[in-house]
């Protein structure tokens, strides 16, 4: 028996292992265990099959309130599984078990035929138990047990033998910690952030709100558990004028009825999120007055690039009168109409993907959130035909970022810079590539996208292109593809034809904003 094995192995296996392995085998085929207890290791090894148990764990864990336990275990078995049966099994291999020296109760229906090491049964079981455990130690604690049987009950069956179970059960603990490590490595920081780019500038200072003109819509981070705006407005800046806007209102009627007035303010504020913002923005550009932006919303992401986190920091800020002249983009439209862009525009499902994300992001974790939002996304949408400067392209989205955003992918998530005076442009194409390649590169950008590019399955061009402009136009080849900007998405883009342009506007805005 170890002479076969030692002959059918594709690397050396050494003696001292063999000679282990065999003691192992005839201890354990010695014992007289029963119907009753063979039976049970029998069904434990089946319903280890293809990790049917671990899915039914990992189902348990999201039912009791702990997913990333779940995805954690789940991303350390495909890991494990993908080690061990391609790399594992072709690198070592050799024979299992001869079944005339296995008692017949204890033998398997369907007897395996691959190559015996490593355990890929151990090594999926191990990967889960370990995933799941360094997320959640209590879950570790109830699967390390089950993990360890299913390791056995390769033994007890014939399956393996010992240095199999081993090999895999090593294979599955790494596998986990690679996985831990990788999410360590890619979880972001939040709270290092370099001061803003763009240098300070004087504005109109008040600690009263004289002379400010602030508009608040209600509606906005509803349900965060934020004080109303209204009596916090009142109480801190006593002398500005607060307008809370009703259900059907007009924000920008609201604004250009008041600056019409002899009394005009000397700032504009804004109580909302970025589509809110991005509105009063607009008009604060065309009256040449400075944007006051108090976070409202549910993310806030432009206040969060000029450094107003709190409405505490933006009052500081007015009070001091500190300010930054910010760039911008403006958006124009087929029918001459225009927007004010603050932080971002995008065609395709870019808005449908990042809203999916960030449902999941504070629970699992961005890298994690990335990836089953991108393979949503994709399944669920179809390649659309544009034109880009000229050009006639079958993409799934194209984003437009006001200076430089970070990560270098097709969804980056934080804006650095607010003086760079160009557009940033990611564009995801479609041309001939399969879902995988496009919800990939979606998820984790280009330097993934290579990598995919390598498989045999997926080859093909890069499907990310990254490129900084002064000005791009959107053009659309058949059905009308919508737009969205900060945050708010339409499925009809003004003006005939369907037309986008997107031209950089430097220090386009003065905004208040903190000195450090």
């Known amino acids: 028996m170890a002479t076969s094995r030692r002959r059918h192995a594709r690397l050396p296996f050494p003696d001292r292992a063999e000679r282990v392995d065999e003691a192992v085998a005839r201890r354990i085929n010695a014992r007289t265990t029963g119907p009753a207890v063979d039976g049970f290791w029998r069904a434990l090894t089946r319903f280890a099959n293809h990790g049917k148990l671990w899915f039914v764990a990992a189902f348990v864990l999201v039912a009791l309130g702990r997913p990333r336990a779940a995805v954690r275990g789940l991303t350390s078995l495909g890991l494990a599984s993908l080690v061990a049966n391609i790399v594992g099994k072709r690198l070592v291999g050799g024979d299992r078990p001869a079944l005339t020296s296995i008692p017949i109760a204890r033998r398997l229906d369907r007897s395996p035929t691959s190559p015996s090491f490593p355990s890929g049964h151990t090594a999926s079981a191990a990967a889960f138990a370990t995933g799941a455990g360094l997320e959640w130690p209590a879950a570790g604690a109830v699967l390390a047990p089950v993990a360890a049987g299913v390791g056995y009950s390769r033994l007890h069956t014939g399956a393996h033998w010992f240095s199999d179970v081993a090999g895999g059960a090593a294979i599955g603990v790494g596998a986990a910690l690679a996985v831990k490590a990788a999410a360590g490595l890619a979880r972001p920081v939040v709270d290092r952030r370099d001061p803003p780019t763009a240098e300070t500038v004087e504005l109109p200072a008040t600690s009263t709100g004289a002379g400010v003109f602030i508009v608040v819509n209600p509606g906005s981070g509803r349900g965060l558990g934020r004080p109303a705006p209204g009596p916090l407005l009142h109480s801190a800046l006593p002398e500005a004028e607060v307008h809370e806007l009703s259900e059907h209102e007009d924000v920008s009627q609201v604004i250009a009825d008041r600056l019409a007035a002899a009394d005009a303010p000397r700032a504009l504020g804004v109580w909302g999120g970025d589509g809110t913002v991005a509105t009063v923005a607009d008009a604060a550009r065309s009256a040449d007055l400075p944007l006051l932006v108090l976070p409202g919303g549910t993310f806030n992401h432009f206040a969060r690039a000029v ?95 006001v200076d430089r955003y970070y990560p270098p992918s097709v969804a980056p998530i934080e804006r650095r810079r607010l003086d760079d005076h160009l557009l940033d442009v990611r564009i995801l194409f479609a041309n001939g590539k399969p879902r995988t390649r496009g919800a990939v590169a979606l998820a984790f950008g280009g330097r993934t996208d290579a990598l995919a590019a390598r498989l045999p399955m997926l080859q093909g061009p890069p499907a990310l292109e990254a490129r900084t402009v002064e000005a791009i136009e959107i053009a659309a080849d058949g059905d009308d593809p919508g737009y969205a900007h900060d945050g708010e998405a339409s499925t009809s883009t003004p003006g005939d034809p369907k037309r986008l342009r997107l031209r950089v506007v430097p220090r386009g805005l003065r905004v208040y904003s903190p000195r450090e």
């Open 307 to 401: 450094l107003v986190d709190s409405v505490d920091q933006a009052l500081a800020a007015l009070a001091d009168g500190c300010g930054r002249e910010v760039d911008v983009a403006e958006l124009e439209f087929g029918d001459g109409s225009t927007r004010t862009v603050l932080n971002t525009a995008s065609v395709g499902l870019y808005p449908a993907f990042v809203e999916e994300r960030e449902r999941h992001e504070k629970v699992l974790g961005k890298p994690i959130a990335a990836l089953i939002a991108a393979i949503r996304t994709v399944r669920r949408s179809e390649p659309l035909k544009v034109e880009i400067d000229g050009r006639s392209r079958r993409v799934w989205s194209v984003f437009v970022g």
